[in-house]
């Protein structure tokens, strides 16, 4: 299985200021990363998929980096919607898809 | 537009068996993995297996082989999540999500809330 760790656990960010979340893989994944957005009470949301690709309707703010087995997400300039939980997940082996511990990123 | 609806909210006692349901709409159903996915109260996220509904093609994640049973419906354009005997232990909300071959997780179900409790 592979084993996917988010760091920090969680980040205070004043809003405004730019955020920047790390994932890191047990083994590499190549490029086989998405990021998603939980709000409380919500559905997670995908985010980015292939480590660097927006998904539809996703704002600009948000990119992806990495590959192999260190990737980040940067958040430029939070806006109020954007505090939230964030998950990484690799999909290179599919038994299982596993996921990261979050990031919770929360009003400083 | 894509979207996955889950059944409602369930209340059940320990022992007693249980099947949610999430209904596909918007895409082929047939040519995409439905996998489900666990979210106990304060914890992450977690995979517990996927299955191909044209063929019912299904693989469990290890930590959950045996203690649930996925399946699907091409007719009804619906994947199922069953338990025969739960515990307090799967109190958790429950995810349905669509699985690309190549990008992964891409629409989520909004989610189905097991409360097992005597």
């Known amino acids: 299985e592979i084993v996917m760790t988010q760091s920090p656990a969680t980040l205070s960010v004043s809003p405004g200021d730019g955020a920047t979340l790390s994932c890191r893989a047990s083994?590499?994944?190549?490029?086989?990363l998405a990021w998603y957005q939980q709000r409380p009470g919500q559905a997670p949301r995908l985010l980015i998929y292939?480590?660097?690709t927006r998904a539809i309707g996703i704002p600009a703010r948000f990119s992806g980096s990495g590959s192999g087995t260190e990737f980040t997400l940067t958040i430029s300039s939070l806006q109020s919607e954007d505090f939230a939980v964030y998950y990484c997940?690799?999909?290179?082996?599919?038994?299982?898809?596993?996921f990261g511990g979050g990031t919770k990123v929360e009003i400083k | 537009e894509v979207r996955l609806v889950q059944s409602a909210a369930e209340v059940k006692k320990p022992g007693e068996s249980l099947r949610i349901s999430c209904k596909a709409s918007?895409?082929?159903?047939?040519?995409?993995?439905i996998a489900w996915v666990r979210h106990m109260p304060g914890k992450g996220l977690e995979c517990m297996g996927i299955?191909?509904?044209?063929?019912?093609?299904?693989r469990y994640s290890p930590s959950f082989q045996g203690q649930v049973t996925i399946s699907a419906d091409k007719s009804l354009s619906t994947a199922y999540l069953q338990w025969n005997s739960l515990r307090a232990s799967d109190t958790a909300m429950y995810y349905c999500?669509?699985?690309?071959?190549?990008?992964?997780?891409?629409?989520w179900g909004q989610g189905t809330l097991v409360t097992v409790s005597s």
């Open positions: 999500a669509r699985v690309r071959a190549l990008d992964g997780i891409d629409y």
């Open positions: 918007g895409y082929s159903f047939t040519y995409y993995y």
């Open positions: 299955i191909y509904p044209d063929d019912s093609d299904t």
């Open positions: 083994q590499t994944i190549r490029n086989n």
């Open positions: 292939g480590a660097t």
């Open positions: 997940q690799q999909y290179s082996d599919w038994l299982p898809l596993t």
